[in-house]
């Protein structure tokens, strides 16, 4: 199904598409900082859709072809101490976005899977709405503390500065970013990178934007507390190379939710790399499974909801 564009609350409009049969489970992915939702590969979603899931991938506000909001976006001065003007929205707010979309596309209960800054959300989602989900899987995320999954700082100067307006200065700075943050151990494919950066230029460029989902994750703080009222089977990935979101963010997520499951992946940084697509896959479907309500499971075997 092509890109369609939702209403989810008074001002916030998601553009959204979904892969695969709508009457199988439904599982929803949450992309990260700055990207869009293409940054789930359609070759990964349509092997997850092949698993037997009704998958649906969308763009968070303030990113792709969503809503942007209004407001000046947040300067280094208030990042750093994090105090933020009233407008400034949290990782709650983008949860809630998420709860529109999945009440208004009647998807009911719906197996969440979050990368970075989507696992921040889908974390959320599963603390403060979880009728809405049956089982959640984070990766490359942290729990807000200030004392795990911190970047590395030599990353911070690249990571803070704005990136370019104009398009081909707008694709060598993904690759840069990528080249710094992903799995170089296991070989980054610039290409693929180019490709993916060319699309998300063309679909919407909003450096503002960016910068305004930085305020959101450093307005939550610690979400440590919430994280511990999860019930919902949840698995947790992470790689053991990653410099944006450091290891000790996995370990501590897993650690505040209650029998999570933690795999670790040898030489994967802050990217989702291909030879770690069957690994990622096979983790989301058999978290799932343990949710009663997946492809293969016995509908109401400890169903979760």
């Known amino acids: ?13 998601l553009c959204h598409e979904s892969f695969g049969d709508p009457a199988d489970p439904p599982l929803l992915l949450i992309m990260g900082l700055g990207m869009q939702m293409v940054a789930w590969h ?4 349509a092997q997850l859709a092949a698993r037997g899931f009704h998958v649906v991938r969308f763009d968070n506000r303030d990113a ?15 990042l750093a101490t994090r105090r933020f003007r009233p407008e400034q ?37 599963a603390a403060r709405h979880p009728d809405r989900v ?33 398009r081909d200065a707008f694709i060598d700075h993904s690759v840069r ?4 943050i992903g799995s170089r ?29 930085l305020g959101a994750i450093l307005k939550s703080g610690n979400r440590t507390r919430a994280l511990r009222g999860i019930r919902v089977p949840t698995t947790v990935i992470h790689g053991t190379r990653d410099r944006l979101v ?35 896959i096979e983790a989301i479907a058999a978290n799932a499974k343990r949710a009663g309500t997946a492809p293969g499971a016995a509908v109401g075997a400890g169903a979760q909801g």
Not at 1 to 13: K, L
Not at 246 to 270: F, N, Q, W, Y
Request: aromatic content about 6%.
């Open 42 to 45: 359609d070759e990964f979603c």
């Open 185 to 213: 151990d296991l070989g980054i494919d610039v290409e693929e990178i180019r490709e993916q950066a060319a699309r998300s230029y063309e679909r919407g460029h909003n450096p503002a934007g960016t910068a305004r989902q």
């Open 246 to 280: 450091k290891p000790s963010g996995g370990r501590a997520t897993a650690r505040a939710i209650r029998d999570a499951r933690l795999v670790m992946l040898e030489g994967m940084g802050h990217d989702l790399p291909r030879i770690y697509w069957d690994r990622i």
């Open 89 to 125: 929205y949290t990782i709650e707010d983008m949860a809630a976005d998420t709860v529109g979309l999945i009440d208004a596309l009647g998807l009911g209960p719906v197996h969440v899977v979050g990368a970075s800054m989507g696992g921040m959300i889908a974390q959320m989602l």
């Open 64 to 78: 792709g072809r969503s809503t942007y909001l209004d407001f000046p976006p947040p300067t280094i001065r208030q």
């Open 134 to 166: 049956r089982s959640l899987v984070s990766i490359m995320s942290n729990t807000g503390s200030r004392f795990a999954g911190q970047p590395d700082p030599k990353l911070l100067s690249v990571l803070l500065s704005p990136s370019p307006r104009e």
């Open 177 to 180: 970013i990528f080249e710094l």
């Open 1 to 13: 199904m092509g890109e369609r564009v939702t209403r989810v609350s008074d001002r916030i409009e």
